[in-house]
Protein backbone atom coordinates (compact mmCIF):
# COMPACT_ATOMS: atom_id res chain seq x y z
CA UNK A 1 0.00 0.00 0.00
CA UNK A 2 1.28 3.40 -0.77
CA UNK A 3 0.47 6.79 1.06
CA UNK A 4 0.28 9.72 -1.05
CA UNK A 5 0.39 12.04 1.55
CA UNK A 6 3.77 12.83 3.20
CA UNK A 7 3.73 14.42 6.71
CA UNK A 8 6.09 17.01 7.68
CA UNK A 9 9.37 16.86 9.39
CA UNK A 10 7.66 17.83 12.57
CA UNK A 11 4.67 15.20 12.31
CA UNK A 12 7.18 12.96 11.56
CA UNK A 13 8.70 13.47 14.74
CA UNK A 14 5.46 13.49 16.88
CA UNK A 15 4.75 10.62 15.23
CA UNK A 16 7.59 9.26 16.34
CA UNK A 17 7.50 10.10 20.01
CA UNK A 18 3.69 8.52 19.77
CA UNK A 19 4.43 5.33 17.99
CA UNK A 20 7.23 4.18 19.61
CA UNK A 21 10.89 6.40 20.41
CA UNK A 22 11.47 4.08 23.20
CA UNK A 23 12.02 0.76 20.86
CA UNK A 24 14.29 2.85 18.75
CA UNK A 25 17.42 0.99 20.53
CA UNK A 26 15.00 -2.19 21.25
CA UNK A 27 16.76 -5.18 19.53
CA UNK A 28 14.45 -6.79 16.66
CA UNK A 29 12.50 -10.09 16.98
CA UNK A 30 12.55 -11.16 13.42
CA UNK A 31 12.82 -15.17 12.84
CA UNK A 32 15.68 -14.16 10.66
CA UNK A 33 18.11 -12.57 9.08
CA UNK A 34 16.89 -10.70 6.06
CA UNK A 35 18.74 -9.62 2.56
CA UNK A 36 17.80 -6.16 1.04
CA UNK A 37 18.75 -4.39 -2.17
CA UNK A 38 18.06 -1.03 -2.68
CA UNK A 39 18.71 0.21 -5.89
CA UNK A 40 20.41 3.27 -6.83
CA UNK A 41 18.24 6.38 -6.74
CA UNK A 42 15.55 4.88 -4.47
CA UNK A 43 14.12 7.53 -2.20
CA UNK A 44 13.62 7.41 1.46
CA UNK A 45 9.75 7.05 1.35
CA UNK A 46 10.09 4.29 -1.13
CA UNK A 47 12.90 2.37 0.69
CA UNK A 48 10.56 3.12 3.95
CA UNK A 49 7.64 1.10 2.25
CA UNK A 50 10.44 -1.43 1.13
CA UNK A 51 11.27 -2.21 4.90
CA UNK A 52 7.84 -2.63 5.88
CA UNK A 53 7.13 -5.09 2.89
CA UNK A 54 10.39 -7.08 3.34
CA UNK A 55 9.40 -7.75 6.96
CA UNK A 56 12.23 -4.85 8.64
CA UNK A 57 9.98 -2.51 9.84
CA UNK A 58 6.40 -2.44 11.11
CA UNK A 59 5.53 1.17 9.94
CA UNK A 60 7.37 3.58 7.20
CA UNK A 61 6.83 6.45 9.19
CA UNK A 62 8.22 4.73 11.93
CA UNK A 63 11.47 4.16 9.86
CA UNK A 64 11.42 7.97 7.69
CA UNK A 65 10.94 9.65 11.59
CA UNK A 66 13.94 7.60 13.21
CA UNK A 67 16.01 8.47 10.33
CA UNK A 68 15.64 12.11 10.29
CA UNK A 69 16.49 12.02 13.70
CA UNK A 70 19.48 9.86 13.55
CA UNK A 71 20.41 11.56 9.94
CA UNK A 72 18.61 14.70 9.02
CA UNK A 73 21.52 15.59 6.57
CA UNK A 74 22.56 12.19 5.22
CA UNK A 75 20.93 10.35 2.35
CA UNK A 76 20.42 6.13 2.80
CA UNK A 77 23.03 4.64 0.45
CA UNK A 78 22.04 1.82 -2.05
CA UNK A 79 23.66 -1.08 -1.93
CA UNK A 80 23.00 -5.20 -0.52
CA UNK A 81 22.09 -5.10 2.96
CA UNK A 82 22.48 -7.97 5.73
CA UNK A 83 20.06 -6.77 8.04
CA UNK A 84 20.03 -9.06 11.67
CA UNK A 85 17.43 -10.61 12.86
CA UNK A 86 18.18 -9.06 16.17
CA UNK A 87 19.25 -5.59 14.80
CA UNK A 88 17.06 -2.78 16.40
CA UNK A 89 15.61 0.38 14.17
CA UNK A 90 18.34 2.69 15.03
CA UNK A 91 21.21 0.16 14.24
CA UNK A 92 20.06 -0.68 10.50
CA UNK A 93 19.37 3.69 10.08
CA UNK A 94 23.20 3.58 10.82
CA UNK A 95 23.92 0.61 8.80
CA UNK A 96 22.09 2.13 5.50
CA UNK A 97 23.16 5.50 6.36
CA UNK A 98 26.83 4.38 6.68
CA UNK A 99 26.73 2.24 3.43
CA UNK A 100 27.71 -0.95 5.05
CA UNK A 101 26.77 -3.18 2.43
CA UNK A 102 27.98 -7.02 2.35
CA UNK A 103 31.08 -7.66 0.88
CA UNK A 104 31.21 -10.26 -1.79
CA UNK A 105 34.21 -12.39 -3.21
CA UNK A 106 34.79 -13.55 -6.75
CA UNK A 107 38.12 -15.70 -7.40
CA UNK A 108 39.62 -15.34 -10.59
CA UNK A 109 41.91 -19.12 -10.71
CA UNK A 110 45.36 -18.63 -12.19
CA UNK A 111 45.85 -19.92 -15.95
CA UNK A 112 42.07 -18.37 -16.80
CA UNK A 113 42.37 -16.75 -19.94
CA UNK A 114 41.53 -13.06 -20.50
CA UNK A 115 38.52 -14.44 -22.49
CA UNK A 116 37.57 -16.30 -19.75
CA UNK A 117 37.79 -13.76 -16.44
CA UNK A 118 35.78 -11.18 -18.68
CA UNK A 119 32.94 -14.05 -19.56
CA UNK A 120 33.25 -14.63 -16.01
CA UNK A 121 32.16 -10.85 -14.81
CA UNK A 122 29.94 -10.29 -17.69
CA UNK A 123 27.94 -13.91 -16.04
CA UNK A 124 27.85 -12.56 -12.59
CA UNK A 125 24.47 -10.71 -12.22
CA UNK A 126 25.16 -8.60 -8.96
CA UNK A 127 27.42 -6.51 -10.78
CA UNK A 128 26.70 -3.90 -13.47
CA UNK A 129 27.48 -1.68 -16.08
CA UNK A 130 29.35 -3.36 -19.88
CA UNK A 131 32.95 -3.73 -20.45
CA UNK A 132 33.88 -1.28 -22.84
CA UNK A 133 37.58 -2.10 -22.83
CA UNK A 134 39.49 -5.62 -22.38
CA UNK A 135 43.22 -5.48 -21.19
CA UNK A 136 45.92 -7.44 -23.19
CA UNK A 137 46.30 -11.41 -22.68
CA UNK A 138 47.93 -12.36 -19.81
CA UNK A 139 47.66 -8.90 -17.88
CA UNK A 140 44.68 -9.67 -15.21
CA UNK A 141 45.76 -10.94 -11.72
CA UNK A 142 44.07 -13.85 -10.23
CA UNK A 143 42.99 -13.58 -7.00
CA UNK A 144 40.19 -12.94 -4.90
CA UNK A 145 38.72 -9.75 -5.16
CA UNK A 146 35.64 -8.13 -3.10
CA UNK A 147 33.13 -6.16 -3.95
CA UNK A 148 29.91 -4.97 -3.40
CA UNK A 149 25.74 -5.60 -5.09
CA UNK A 150 25.91 -3.09 -8.01
CA UNK A 151 29.90 -3.08 -8.81
CA UNK A 152 30.38 -1.31 -12.26
CA UNK A 153 32.63 -4.67 -14.46
CA UNK A 154 34.47 -2.02 -15.76
CA UNK A 155 36.01 -0.90 -12.97
CA UNK A 156 36.57 -4.07 -11.64
CA UNK A 157 38.42 -5.55 -14.51
CA UNK A 158 40.62 -2.21 -14.42
CA UNK A 159 41.58 -3.06 -10.65
CA UNK A 160 42.68 -6.78 -11.82
CA UNK A 161 44.74 -5.18 -14.82
CA UNK A 162 46.13 -2.48 -12.34
CA UNK A 163 46.83 -5.28 -9.37
CA UNK A 164 48.89 -7.87 -12.10
CA UNK A 165 50.99 -4.26 -13.25
CA UNK A 166 51.88 -3.57 -9.44
CA UNK A 167 52.65 -6.97 -8.83
CA UNK A 168 54.78 -7.41 -11.83
CA UNK A 169 56.89 -4.34 -11.24
CA UNK A 170 56.77 -5.10 -7.52
CA UNK A 171 58.58 -8.77 -8.40
CA UNK A 172 60.66 -7.41 -10.72
CA UNK A 173 62.85 -5.33 -8.39
CA UNK A 174 62.93 -8.40 -6.69
CA UNK A 175 64.11 -10.73 -9.38
CA UNK A 176 67.14 -13.16 -9.03
CA UNK A 177 67.67 -14.07 -12.57
CA UNK A 178 69.74 -12.59 -15.21
CA UNK A 179 68.66 -15.00 -17.43
CA UNK A 180 68.78 -12.95 -21.63
CA UNK A 181 65.44 -14.17 -22.42
CA UNK A 182 63.86 -12.06 -19.15
CA UNK A 183 65.27 -9.38 -19.77
CA UNK A 184 61.72 -7.46 -19.26
CA UNK A 185 58.51 -7.68 -17.61
CA UNK A 186 56.72 -8.30 -20.67
CA UNK A 187 59.11 -11.37 -20.95
CA UNK A 188 58.73 -12.46 -17.97
CA UNK A 189 55.18 -12.38 -17.43
CA UNK A 190 54.80 -14.03 -21.22
CA UNK A 191 57.63 -16.93 -19.58
CA UNK A 192 55.20 -17.32 -16.75
CA UNK A 193 52.13 -17.65 -18.16
CA UNK A 194 53.12 -20.95 -19.96
CA UNK A 195 54.74 -22.36 -16.62
CA UNK A 196 51.44 -21.80 -15.28
CA UNK A 197 50.07 -23.92 -17.97
CA UNK A 198 52.22 -26.51 -17.63
CA UNK A 199 52.29 -27.13 -13.67
CA UNK A 200 49.87 -26.75 -11.08
CA UNK A 201 52.21 -27.98 -8.50
CA UNK A 202 53.65 -25.09 -6.36
CA UNK A 203 56.96 -27.56 -5.97
CA UNK A 204 57.38 -27.80 -9.71
CA UNK A 205 57.00 -24.57 -10.95
CA UNK A 206 60.75 -23.39 -10.69
CA UNK A 207 61.61 -26.43 -11.78
CA UNK A 208 59.57 -26.35 -14.89
CA UNK A 209 60.44 -22.43 -14.97
CA UNK A 210 64.24 -23.79 -15.75
CA UNK A 211 63.77 -26.21 -17.86
CA UNK A 212 62.11 -23.36 -20.60
CA UNK A 213 64.87 -21.18 -19.63
CA UNK A 214 67.55 -23.86 -20.61
CA UNK A 215 66.08 -24.31 -23.90
CA UNK A 216 66.06 -20.63 -24.95
CA UNK A 217 69.59 -20.49 -23.85
CA UNK A 218 70.42 -22.76 -26.35
CA UNK A 219 68.27 -21.82 -29.15
CA UNK A 220 65.99 -24.82 -28.69
CA UNK A 221 62.09 -24.69 -29.09
CA UNK A 222 59.99 -24.59 -26.56
CA UNK A 223 57.64 -27.42 -27.87
CA UNK A 224 54.99 -26.56 -24.60
CA UNK A 225 51.66 -27.79 -25.59
CA UNK A 226 49.15 -25.16 -24.01
CA UNK A 227 51.28 -22.39 -26.48
CA UNK A 228 49.71 -24.47 -29.16
CA UNK A 229 46.69 -24.60 -28.15
CA UNK A 230 46.40 -20.47 -27.64
CA UNK A 231 47.66 -20.72 -31.22
CA UNK A 232 44.37 -22.43 -32.57
CA UNK A 233 41.80 -20.88 -30.02
CA UNK A 234 43.32 -17.58 -30.25
CA UNK A 235 42.46 -17.40 -26.74
CA UNK A 236 38.63 -17.18 -27.68
CA UNK A 237 37.88 -19.85 -26.30
CA UNK A 238 38.91 -23.53 -24.20
CA UNK A 239 39.63 -26.21 -26.23
CA UNK A 240 38.17 -29.28 -25.42
CA UNK A 241 39.61 -32.43 -27.49
CA UNK A 242 43.23 -33.51 -26.89
CA UNK A 243 46.08 -31.75 -29.30
CA UNK A 244 46.60 -33.67 -32.76
CA UNK A 245 50.14 -34.42 -34.84
CA UNK A 246 48.54 -31.90 -37.08
CA UNK A 247 48.08 -29.38 -34.77
CA UNK A 248 51.13 -29.21 -33.24
CA UNK A 249 51.92 -28.04 -37.22
CA UNK A 250 49.84 -25.12 -36.88
CA UNK A 251 51.27 -21.61 -38.44
CA UNK A 252 51.03 -19.29 -35.59
CA UNK A 253 53.60 -17.04 -33.71
CA UNK A 254 52.00 -18.61 -30.26
CA UNK A 255 53.45 -22.36 -32.11
CA UNK A 256 56.22 -23.10 -30.01
CA UNK A 257 56.51 -26.34 -31.92
CA UNK A 258 57.43 -24.40 -35.20
CA UNK A 259 58.92 -21.12 -33.72
CA UNK A 260 61.90 -20.55 -31.87
CA UNK A 261 61.66 -18.42 -28.63
CA UNK A 262 58.60 -17.21 -26.85
CA UNK A 263 55.57 -16.05 -28.14
CA UNK A 264 54.17 -12.66 -28.79
CA UNK A 265 52.61 -12.17 -25.67
CA UNK A 266 51.07 -14.47 -22.55
CA UNK A 267 48.90 -17.38 -23.08
CA UNK A 268 47.37 -16.73 -20.22
CA UNK A 269 46.84 -15.05 -16.53
CA UNK A 270 49.73 -16.44 -14.39
CA UNK A 271 49.72 -16.11 -10.69
CA UNK A 272 52.22 -14.90 -8.49
CA UNK A 273 53.83 -18.01 -7.98
CA UNK A 274 54.55 -18.68 -11.50
CA UNK A 275 55.99 -15.34 -11.71
CA UNK A 276 58.28 -15.57 -8.93
CA UNK A 277 59.51 -19.12 -10.52
CA UNK A 278 60.46 -17.11 -13.75
CA UNK A 279 62.06 -14.48 -12.04
CA UNK A 280 64.00 -16.74 -9.60
CA UNK A 281 64.02 -20.31 -11.17
CA UNK A 282 65.76 -23.70 -9.96
CA UNK A 283 69.29 -24.25 -11.24
CA UNK A 284 68.97 -27.22 -13.36
CA UNK A 285 70.55 -28.96 -16.65
CA UNK A 286 67.11 -30.01 -17.51
CA UNK A 287 65.53 -29.81 -21.17
CA UNK A 288 62.88 -32.09 -20.79
CA UNK A 289 60.00 -32.93 -18.78
CA UNK A 290 57.18 -35.37 -18.88
CA UNK A 291 53.79 -36.32 -16.95
CA UNK A 292 54.57 -38.97 -14.45
CA UNK A 293 50.91 -40.45 -13.90
CA UNK A 294 50.34 -38.89 -10.47
CA UNK A 295 49.81 -35.27 -11.78
CA UNK A 296 53.39 -33.91 -11.56
CA UNK A 297 56.61 -34.42 -13.75
CA UNK A 298 59.68 -36.29 -14.29
CA UNK A 299 62.55 -33.95 -16.15
CA UNK A 300 65.50 -34.90 -17.72
CA UNK A 301 68.76 -33.43 -19.16
CA UNK A 302 68.81 -35.41 -22.25
CA UNK A 303 67.05 -36.93 -24.90
CA UNK A 304 67.82 -40.61 -24.46
CA UNK A 305 66.85 -40.23 -20.82
CA UNK A 306 63.56 -37.82 -21.31
CA UNK A 307 62.74 -40.89 -24.14
CA UNK A 308 62.76 -43.65 -21.41
CA UNK A 309 60.65 -41.93 -19.55
CA UNK A 310 57.82 -41.02 -22.23
CA UNK A 311 57.99 -44.92 -22.78
CA UNK A 312 57.56 -45.41 -19.23
CA UNK A 313 54.46 -42.91 -19.05
CA UNK A 314 52.50 -44.24 -22.40
CA UNK A 315 53.23 -47.72 -20.57
CA UNK A 316 51.20 -46.04 -17.58
CA UNK A 317 48.88 -44.41 -19.70
CA UNK A 318 47.54 -47.50 -21.54
CA UNK A 319 47.18 -49.76 -18.32
CA UNK A 320 45.02 -46.98 -16.52
CA UNK A 321 42.92 -47.21 -20.10
CA UNK A 322 42.68 -50.99 -19.64
CA UNK A 323 41.57 -50.35 -16.08
CA UNK A 324 39.40 -48.07 -16.82
CA UNK A 325 37.31 -50.08 -19.26
CA UNK A 326 33.83 -51.38 -17.94
Same mark, same amino acid.
Given at each position: MRFMLIPSVFALSILFVLYGSEGILTKGSRT???????KSGTSSFSISEQLVQEGVFSHPWF?????????????????????????????????????????RKLTIP?????????SMLENTDSLSGRITFIPPEGTLLPETYSYS??????????????????????LWLQKVSNHPHTKTPHHALVLASI???????????RRVASVFLNRLKIGMRLQADPTVI? =???? &?? $? @????? #???KDLQTESPFNTY???????????????AAIEAVLD?????????? =???? &?? $? @????? #??????????????SRRKTEESKP
Open positions: QDITVIIFLAAQHLRYPKKKLKAGEYLISKTASPWSIITQMSEGRTVIEGLMVSQIVYGDDRQKILNHMHSSMTNLLNEVEKETRLPTERY =AITE &GK $H @VLERQ #LTKTVTGLPPSPIACPGRPETTKDLYFV =ADGT &GG $H @VFSAT #LKEHNQRVTTWRKI
